[in-house]
């Protein structure tokens, strides 16, 4: 013979069990009208005795819940998708670097976005120079031809004239900007050539004093990794992380350390990125 469990139930609309000596701690109570179900809470009440409010019902099939759902730190899982208001849907969460899915509801992970973000804000500039040099001269790099690469005449790190800025191939940031830094490679076709080095040179063009001198700091340098001879050519790379502001300029110099006319060249992808 068969047991029937009976339970506390209402077949009227919008009907909910009061809480109290009539619905003790522990009991379920269910609206079959509705569909919903109802559970006796009590805090520290002992099971069994008079309890003190009701559990928000949770919807096993369909309708609408009120409340708050705690899932006490557990998991929701398989999970078909999120219908916010009955009009923005998410289906899924991608970690996705290019966002290709392109999903109206798709969710994209912190990741993903910082991927994609850091992605979109990278751009790069193109320095290249190919003359003939004097040793303890800096020569702002131009646009890869010797006449549009210009001597300053010493080897100050400090100072530049304005006829070096410009002749020099620079980037003006036009917006908070960080100078990641370069690679690429620089190298001689003539013998007996030293050390040559490459400078990152920083300076805000909007301040120049009064005889057209302009401020530079070198933020950064970069030279081979061994002895520089006849048609040697090596592969460079340097990180530097330069802040810069808006306004400021980033130039590209180089000195050759020993050695009357010297050819040299060099051809260097400068890195940027925008900040906030």
């Known amino acids: 013979m068969a047991n029937n469990i009976y339970i506390k139930s209402s077949q009227t609309e919008d009907d909910t069990p009061s809480s109290g000596s009539d619905f003790l701690v522990g009991e379920v109570a269910v609206n079959t009208y509705d569909g919903e179900i109802y559970v006796a809470k009590g805090g520290a009440t002992a099971p069994g005795g008079d309890s003190t409010g009701v559990a928000t019902s949770l919807m096993k099939h369909g309708g609408e819940m009120t409340g708050t759902?705690?899932?006490?730190?557990?998991?929701?899982?398989?999970?078909?998708?999120?219908?916010?208001?009955?009009?923005?849907?998410?289906?899924?969460?991608?970690?996705?670097?290019?966002?290709?899915?392109?999903?109206?509801?798709?969710?994209?992970?912190?990741q993903s976005i910082k991927a994609y973000v850091d992605a979109a804000s990278t751009f790069y500039m193109n320095a290249s120079f190919y003359l003939r040099t004097n040793d303890d001269t800096l020569y702002i790099v131009g646009h890869g031809d010797q006449s549009q690469s210009h001597s300053t005449g010493g080897e100050d790190l400090t100072?530049?004239?304005?006829?070096?800025?410009?002749?020099?191939?620079?980037?003006?940031?036009?917006?908070?900007?960080?100078?990641?830094?370069?690679?690429?490679?620089?190298?001689?076709?003539?013998?007996?050539?030293?050390?040559?080095?490459?400078?990152?040179?920083?300076?805000?063009?909007?301040?120049?004093?009064?005889?057209?001198?302009?401020?530079?700091?070198?933020?950064?340098?970069?030279?081979?990794?061994?002895?520089?001879?006849?048609?040697?050519?090596?592969?460079?790379?340097?990180?530097?992380?330069?802040?810069?502001?808006?306004?400021?300029?980033?130039?590209?110099?180089?000195?050759?350390?020993?050695?009357?006319?010297?050819?040299?060249?060099?051809?260097?992808t400068l890195e940027f990125k925008l900040t906030a």
């Open 69 to 110: 759902l705690d899932m006490n730190n557990n998991h929701i899982t398989d999970v078909r998708n999120f219908s916010f208001n009955g009009e923005n849907v998410v289906s899924s969460i991608k970690d996705e670097d290019d966002m290709a899915s392109d999903g109206s509801q798709n969710l994209a992970t912190q």
């Open 159 to 268: 100072s530049i004239d304005a006829e070096a800025l410009m002749h020099g191939s620079f980037f003006q940031a036009n917006r908070n900007t960080t100078f990641v830094g370069a690679t690429g490679f620089i190298g001689t076709t003539s013998t007996l050539a030293q050390d040559l080095t490459v400078y990152f040179l920083l300076s805000d063009a909007y301040t120049s004093d009064q005889t057209g001198n302009f401020t530079i700091s070198n933020v950064g340098s970069v030279s081979q990794s061994g002895a520089l001879g006849a048609n040697d050519a090596y592969y460079v790379t340097t990180t530097v992380n330069q802040a810069m502001t808006a306004g400021q300029v980033l130039l590209v110099g180089f000195h050759l350390g020993t050695g009357d006319n010297k050819t040299v060249s060099g051809s260097l």
